[in-house]
């Protein structure tokens, strides 16, 4: 009983600040400068793609710049490859049963990558969301165009990543990320754990297809967070984070999008403007990332609360539609994914994974060579 009321308290429990408004400001600066430029240029549907790449910026948060700048290289690959494979989807016109395969086989490629060289945040999962993101609209451009948005924004971000060198100098000599030996137990875990995604993302995107949702993806993308947990009761939480901060997101989205309910006479009317509307949807994209990277390693959902209008918005910009129906799919999709995630988490269990919270102690994600002295 201990057990689960720890449990329940840490769905709540807000964990310590760690010089987050850093890392969130940089997230931040790299996702406007995109979306400013296109804004300017009047092509907000394309700001989709320029985030997806900007995104970056959220690997390596809290290393040394020579380690920040390898991990930031290794995100771009998992997010460039989710955006290419998706624009090429959405050039030829291949949705339903084709995107399902094709994501679900690319969550078990990314997660065998991604636990390999440790990314952080956690596995594909922002890799799949670019692929279902940018299938999932028009392309407006020829696909080079939208790949070098989505490319020149990544190198802007890990620029960003990497500037405070300039100031502040944080190199360490010799410093490694810890990376697991490759060992046959090891190679059966990465197998199981990308075996596992492929089974959740799959799952979720044949009963998105079958349902008749038009955006079978956000499922799929649902599904797979639940298994970036490091052991069961991580992997439980993440899933209830992402329903909860979805639902609560959603609101705040309805709010943006919906603004007649609570609108006053006369008190939105530049709103209104279609011109008008897209500048503020596309600023609120950049506040919402920032708010978003505010709370990402201090609680999963209070993140999604702000990631959920991040995405909402960005596909509204790109490909626009009924709100009411967009909000709707978003709540079903991610029920559906959430829950189907944690299914298969309680299904097949991950060899390796770590039964108990003490497991963490001690461990860190990267090592420094002893200095003389210490």
Not at 159 to 177: H, K, Y
Request: glycine residues 8%.
């Amino acid at each position: 009983m201990k057990r689960v009321m720890d449990q329940v308290r840490a769905l709540h429990r807000l964990e310590p600040a760690t010089n987050d408004h850093l890392a969130a400001l940089r997230v931040a600066l790299s996702v406007a400068a995109p979306s400013l430029v296109l804004l300017a240029l009047g092509r907000t549907d394309l700001i989709i793609y320029g985030v997806f790449g900007a995104l970056t910026g959220m690997y390596g948060r809290s290393e040394p710049h020579q380690l920040r700048l390898r991990h930031q290289g290794q995100g771009a690959l998992v997010l460039l490859s989710g955006v290419a494979v998706g624009v090429t989807l959405s050039v030829n016109h291949i949705h339903s049963w084709w995107l399902v395969a094709v994501e679900a086989i690319l969550a078990g490629v990314g997660s065998i990558y991604s636990d390999r060289v440790r990314l952080k945040p956690n596995g594909p999962f922002f890799g799949i969301l670019a692929l279902g993101a940018c299938a999932s609209v028009p392309a407006a451009v020829p696909w080079h165009v939208a790949m070098f948005i989505a490319a020149a924004s990544s190198a802007f971000s890990i620029l960003i990543g990497f500037s405070g060198w300039v100031r502040s100098r944080a190199w360490e000599p010799g410093a490694t990320r810890k990376v697991p030996r490759r060992s046959a137990a090891r190679r059966r875990e990465l197998v199981v754990h990308a075996a596992r995604y492929v089974l959740a993302v799959g799952a979720a995107g044949t009963v998105g297809v079958i349902s008749g949702s038009g955006h079978p993806h956000w499922a799929m993308a649902a599904a797979a967070v639940p298994l970036a947990g490091a052991d069961l009761p991580s992997s439980v939480r993440r899933g209830v984070h992402r329903i909860v901060g979805t639902l609560i997101g959603l609101a705040v989205t309805a709010v943006v999008l919906l603004p007649e309910p609570w609108a006053l006479p006369g008190l939105y009317p530049a709103f209104q403007e279609p011109v008008h509307r897209t500048a503020v949807l596309a600023l609120l994209v950049i506040l919402f990332q920032f708010a978003t990277e505010l709370f990402m390693t201090r609680h999963y959902g209070l993140a999604m609360v702000w990631f959920t209008p991040v995405i909402l918005l960005m596909t509204q910009l790109a490909s626009p539609t009924e709100p009411r129906v967009l909000i709707l799919e978003r709540a079903v999709e991610t029920l559906v994914g959430a829950l189907l995630g944690i299914l298969v988490v309680l299904a097949v269990r991950r060899p390796g994974a770590r039964t108990r919270p003490a497991a963490l102690a001690g461990r860190t994600l990267f090592r420094f060579p002893r200095r003389p002295g210490h």
